[in-house]
C-alpha cells in the first residue's frame, strides 16, 4: 500500500464490528461524496486512504468531490488497488520480469529483495488445459497429465516463484477458472491489512477482471506491464472517468437466459460507446438481479468497452458471500463497512452520472452472437437467415441452392465409429460450454443440464461431427451436477468434463479429428463452433474453423443437437422421439422453477467451502513437482517455456533523452477493430510459421508446440508469434492473410513473415511503425501485444482509435501511440504503407512537456510528401514519465534503486 503520511480531511477514525475495531477513513468527512456513483466513491475512498502529499494528493480528492459528470475526463488520479489477480498465461512473463529485474538490480549495484510484490498477489492457473481429449470419460484425466507434461518448466517456475516472493500465491491447475475462483473465494468484499478495513479493489492481468464487479468490488483488467508496476507498489495513473448509469427495470421472461441478458446489454453499450467509462447498475431492478447474473453482466465489460461494469453491494451480494462459505464475521464487516460508509445501495437514490441507459429486462429475447465479435448479437428467431446471409463473407464460391437459399456445398467424411457423415458448410463441428462468463452461474449451467436429461428422455443424440465439451469454471459445478443426479445425461450427450480452466474460449480447442480437419481444409469448408464464451474472435477458437457463435450453455447443448447454424429453431424439429412425433426445442427446455428449485436443493455453501478448503495446496501432481528455492531463479538455457527477456539488457541508471523518430518504415498497414488476438494470439502455433521453426530447431516435436499462451514465458516464441494470427489481414499484401509483410529492405520489397522482415530492419537501423483503424487493440489485455510489439523494433502505432488497454500496455513498453485527427485516417491520407515516416515533436518530453500532437511526414518514391498531425496519446504526466524512462518497468525498477539510495 502506498504509505499514508497526510490526513487533510480528518478522515481517519474507527469502526467497530461485534468485538473488533478497524481504521477507516470516512467518506462523509469530504462534502460532496454522498451525490458520486458507488464506483466513484470507492475511488474517493482510495484517495483519503493513501494521500501522501506527492503522487495523491488533497487536491485529487477535492477533484473528484466536485466531479463534474458532463466533463470529459480531465483530471487525472492515482489509484492504488488493494490486491492484483493473474492468470498463468499473463501471470508467468509477469513473474518472469520480476525474476528479471532481480538480476538487473543486482546488476546496477542493488538488492534482490527490493523486487519483492508490495501489494497481496494471485495467481490462478486456468489457462493451459488443452482439449486434447473429449467426448470420453476419461478426457480430464488424460487432458490434465498432457497439461503438466507440457508445462512442467512454467510450473516449475511458478513454484519456485511461490516459494521466492512474499504475498504471493499461487491456485494450481485443476482448481478452477480464475475470474470463478475469485468471487467464490478470493474475493473479499472488504479488505482488512495493518488494521484497516477498506474497499477490496482489484486489477487483473486478464480483461474478465471486471467480472467481480459482480460483487461491488471496483476492479479491472490491466496489461501485465501495469499489474507488475502494480504489484511492486506503483499506484495507477488514471483520468476521472465518465460514468454511465444502466437503470435496469422488469423481469427476466421464461425461456431467456443470463447470457442473452449480456449479450443484449453488450450491442446496447457497444452501440453508445462506452470505451474508457465505467457502468454502474442502478434502480429498483438490480435487486432482483441474482448474484450470478451480476457477475455475467460484469464478466463482458472488455466486450462492450467499458472499464469496469459494476453493481453496487446489497443484501444479494451479502448473500452470496454466506452461500459461497465467507465466514459469518467478515461477511457483517462486509455489510456493516458498506453501510457506514455510504456504499449500500438504495434504489431511492440515484447519483449523478455522465450519462443514462436502461433496459427492461422483460424485453430481452433469447440470442445468439457472431460469427466473428461478441457484440453481434442475433436473436435466436433469425439465426438461420443470418447464417445465410453471412456465409457469402468467408466462402464467396458456396452458392446457395435455389430452391431454398441453403448453403449446397457438403462433403462426405468417414468419421471414427459412425462411419460416412457428410459436411456442409454451417455445420458445427465444436459445441462447448466453457468461459468464466457462464461457468459461474448456476442458472444456465443447470438449465443446459436439465435440458440434457430431457433431450435423452427423447431419444435425441449429438450428431457425430460435432467435438463436444466441458469445462466448468470451479469444481464447485460439478458438484452440484452430481448432487443434482444431472451428470450422467451430460456424459451421454458426449459432453464430459475436460477440465476445470478457461480452454475453448482462450483458443485451447485442440485439434478436430483429423478426417474433419482435412476435409474442411481441402474444400474451403466454412464451419462453426458454439461456444458459452466470451470472445468469438476470428482464428480464436480453432485454425479450422472460420464461424464462431456466442450462446448460452443450453444452446450449446442444443446446436450439438442440430449439429448445424443453418437451422431454425423455432420451425425446424431436433429429431423424433421413440414414438416418431417430431421433437423441437421448446419440447425439451427447462421452466423457470425447474431450475430455480435445482438450485435451491443442490447449491450449497458445504460445496464452496470443501473445495476452498485447502486451494493453494495443489493435488499429488503439483506437489511433486521440483521446487527450487532462493532469490535468484536458475534459468536453464535449453528452456522453451522460460527464458530470460532482454528488456533491462544493457538499462543506464538514468533515462536516455527522447527522440524524434526519422525514417520509419510500416510494418504492418490494418484495418478496424484489429484485437489483441490478431497482434499476439495465444492459441495454436502453425506448422511452418517463425515461431515453429524456432521450436523445431530446439527439438520439439510439432506434437508439442502447445500454444503461444503456454509460452508466454518465452520471448523468442512471443516475439515470433506477433502479428501471427492466421486472420490477420495486412494491407501491405493484397489478399493474403497471416503474419506476413512486404519487406523494403530488399529490392522489389517481396513477401515476407513480418518476424523475419523485422530483424532485417533492426539490422539495418530502420525504426518501424504500425498504422491501424479503429478499436485497435480491441479484446484481451494482453501483455504480448505490447511487448511483441517493442521487441519487433515497432517505435510507434498511429490509429484511428485505441482500445484502453491495449494503448496503456504500448506506453509501458516504451511505443507510442498516435492517432489521427477526427475525420483522418491512413485511407482518407492516400497513405498505402509504402512511404517512409519521419515523426518530430517527442523531443519535448524531455523537457517535462507532453506534445498534444506530432508533425508526422510521409515521404514517397516519386518525392511526394504528405505531411499531417497526429493526437499523441500519452494521456496522463505519469504516462509520459513512463514512456521518458523506456517503459513503465524501467522507470519502477529506477524507482526501486532510487529508494534503495536514500535510505
Not at 578 to 583: E, I, K, L, Y
Request: net charge negative; aromatic share 8%; with cysteine.
Amino acid at each position: 500500500m502506498t504509505a499514508t503520511t497526510h490526513n487533510s480531511f480528518d478522515a481517519m477514525s474507527y469502526f467497530e464490528v461485534g468485538t473488533s475495531s478497524y481504521q477507516i477513513y470516512r467518506l462523509k468527512a469530504v462534502p460532496g461524496v454522498e451525490r458520486l456513483p458507488y464506483a466513484l466513491k470507492v475511488l474517493a475512498e482510495n484517495l483519503l486512504r493513501n494521500e501522501n502529499g506527492t503522487t495523491i494528493t488533497a487536491d485529487q480528492i477535492r477533484a473528484i468531490a466536485t466531479w463534474d459528470p458532463h466533463a470529459e475526463p480531465a483530471t487525472e488520479i492515482q489509484f492504488t488497488p488493494a490486491r492484483v489477480l493473474m492468470q498463468d498465461f499473463t501471470g508467468v512473463p509477469c513473474i518472469v520480469d520480476l525474476a528479471t529485474m532481480r538480476e538487473a538490480v543486482v546488476t546496477l549495484g542493488g538488492s534482490p529483495g527490493r523486487v519483492n510484490p508490495r501489494t497481496p498477489t494471485e495467481l490462478v492457473i486456468d489457462h493451459s488445459v488443452m482439449v486434447e481429449f473429449a467426448g470420453r470419460a476419461d478426457a480430464m484425466e488424460r487432458n490434465a497429465a498432457i497439461e503438466y507434461s507440457r508445462n512442467r518448466e512454467r510450473y516449475t517456475f511458478l513454484r519456485w516463484g511461490q516459494g521466492a516472493f512474499d504475498d504471493f500465491k499461487v491456485v494450481p491447475p485443476g482448481t478452477g477458472i480464475v475470474h470463478q475462483v475469485n468471487i467464490e473465494h478470493l474475493a473479499r468484499g472488504v479488505m482488512v491489512r495493518d488494521g484497516q478495513a477498506y474497499p477490496d479493489t482489484c486489477v487483473g492481468t486478464d480483461s474478465h477482471t471486471t467480472m467481480v464487479n459482480g460483487l461491488g468490488i471496483l476492479g479491472w483488467g490491466v496489461g501485465g506491464i501495469e499489474a507488475e508496476a502494480v504489484i511492486l507498489g506503483q499506484p495507477i495513473s488514471m483520468l476521472l472517468p465518465r460514468v454511465l448509469g444502466f437503470k435496469l427495470s422488469g423481469e427476466i421472461q421464461p425461456g431467456v437466459t443470463a447470457t442473452d441478458v449480456v449479450l443484449t446489454v453488450t450491442e446496447m453499450l457497444r452501440a453508445h460507446g462506452v470505451v474508457g467509462k465505467i457502468v454502474e447498475f442502478y434502480g429498483e431492478g438490480v435487486a432482483e438481479v441474482p448474484l450470478a447474473n451480476r457477475a455475467t453482466l460484469g464478466n463482458m465489460s472488455p466486450e462492450f468497452g467499458s472499464t469496469a461494469a459494476i453493481f453496487p453491494i446489497d443484501q444479494e451480494t451479502i448473500d452470496y458471500l454466506r452461500l459461497t462459505g465467507r465466514s459469518a464475521g467478515h461477511i457483517s464487516l462486509v455489510e456493516g463497512y458498506a453501510k457506514e460508509q455510504g456504499l449500500w445501495h438504495d434504489p431511492s437514490v440515484v447519483p449523478e452520472y455522465s450519462e443514462y441507459l436502461e433496459l427492461d429486462l422483460g424485453e430481452v429475447i433469447p440470442s445468439i452472437a457472431g460469427p466473428r465479435r461478441p457484440q453481434d448479437r442475433i436473436p435466436l428467431a433469425s439465426a438461420k437467415a443470418a447464417f445465410r446471409r453471412e456465409i457469402g463473407n468467408y466462402v464467396p464460391s458456396a452458392g446457395t441452392d435455389t430452391s431454398d437459399g441453403r448453403p449446397s456445398k457438403s462433403v462426405t467424411v468417414v468419421s471414427d465409429g459412425h462411419g460416412e457423415v457428410t459436411l456442409e458448410h454451417g455445420a458445427v463441428v465444436i459445441a462447448s460450454i466453457t468461459s468464466c462468463t457462464n461457468t459461474s452461474n448456476p442458472s444456465v449451467m443447470l438449465s443446459a443440464a436439465l435440458l440434457a436429461r430431457n433431450a435423452v428422455a427423447k431419444g435425441l443424440s449429438v450428431k457425430p461431427w460435432v467435438t463436444t465439451s466441458l469445462a466448468p469454471g470451479s469444481r464447485a459445478v460439478t458438484d452440484y451436477y452430481h448432487r443434482a443426479g444431472l451428470w450422467p445425461y451430460l456424459e451421454q450427450l458426449g459432453f464430459h468434463l475436460v477440465g476445470y480452466g478457461c480452454a475453448l474460449c482462450v483458443g485451447n480447442a485442440g485439434p478436430l479429428a483429423v478426417a474433419t480437419s482435412r476435409a474442411i481444409q481441402d474444400n474451403d469448408l466454412a464451419v462453426a463452433a458454439v461456444l458459452s464464451g466470451n470472445r468469438n474472435f476470428e482464428g480464436r477458437i480453432s485454425p479450422d474453423v472460420k464461424m464462431n457463435y456466442l450462446a448460452s450453455p443450453p444452446l450449446v447443448i442444443a446446436y450439438a443437437l442440430t449439429g448445424t447454424m443453418d437451422f431454425d429453431f423455432e420451425h425446424d424439429a431436433l429429431g423424433t422421439d421413440s414414438n416418431g412425433a417430431a421433437v423441437y426445442l421448446r419440447d425439451i427446455w427447462p421452466t423457470a422453477s425447474e431450475v430455480e428449485q435445482t438450485i435451491t436443493s443442490s447449491v450449497t455453501p458445504d460445496l464452496f467451502v470443501g473445495n476452498y478448503a485447502d486451494v493453494f495446496a495443489g493435488d499429488e501432481r503439483w506437489q511433486t513437482l521440483p521446487g527450487p528455492v532462493g532469490h535468484l531463479f536458475d534459468w536453464d538455457r535449453g528452456s522453451t517455456y522460460v527464458r530470460r527477456p532482454p528488456y533491462f539488457d544493457d538499462m543506464p541508471r538514468e533515462p536516455l533523452e527522447v527522440s524524434d523518430i526519422r525514417g520509419a518504415r510500416v510494418l504492418a498497414l490494418l484495418g478496424d477493430s484489429v484485437t489483441t488476438d490478431h497482434i499476439s494470439p495465444a492459441g495454436t502455433i502453425n506448422p511452418g510459421t517463425p515461431a515453429a521453426q524456432y521450436l523445431e530447431a530446439r527439438g520439439v516435436q510439432r506434437r508439442d508446440f502447445n500454444s503461444y499462451g503456454s509460452r508466454r514465458g518465452n520471448h523468442e516464441v512471443m516475439v515470433r508469434g506477433t502479428f501471427a494470427n492466421i486472420r490477420l489481414r495486412n494491407q501491405l499484401l493484397d489478399d493474403v492473410l497471416g503474419g506476413y509483410t512486404r519487406d523494403f529492405t530488399k529490392d522489389d520489397a517481396p513477401q515476407s513473415f513480418i518476424y523475419d522482415a523485422s530483424q532485417n530492419y533492426q539490422r539495418a537501423g530502420i525504426p518501424l511503425l504500425v498504422l491501424g483503424g479503429k478499436e485497435y487493440g480491441t479484446g484481451s489485455s494482453r501483455d504480448w501485444a505490447a511487448k511483441g510489439t517493442n521487441l519487433l523494433g515497432v517505435k510507434a502505432v498511429l490509429a484511428e482509435s485505441f482500445e484502453r488497454i491495449h494503448r496503456s500496455n504500448l506506453i509501458g513498453m516504451g511505443v507510442v501511440p498516435l492517432q489521427h485527427l477526427p475525420g483522418s485516417s491512413a485511407y482518407s491520407l492516400g497513405l498505402d504503407g509504402s512511404e517512409v515516416y519521419d515523426i518530430e515533436g517527442l523531443e519535448v518530453l524531455n523537457e517535462g512537456h507532453t506534445p498534444s500532437t506530432v508533425t508526422v511526414t510521409a515521404s514517397r518514391d516519386n518525392g511526394q510528401r504528405v505531411v499531417f498531425r497526429a493526437v499523441v496519446r500519452i494521456d496522463t504526466p505519469s504516462e509520459a514519465e513512463y514512456y521518458r524512462h523506456g517503459g513503465i518497468l524501467h522507470y519502477a525498477l529506477r524507482t526501486m534503486l532510487g529508494d534503495q539510495d536514500s535510505t
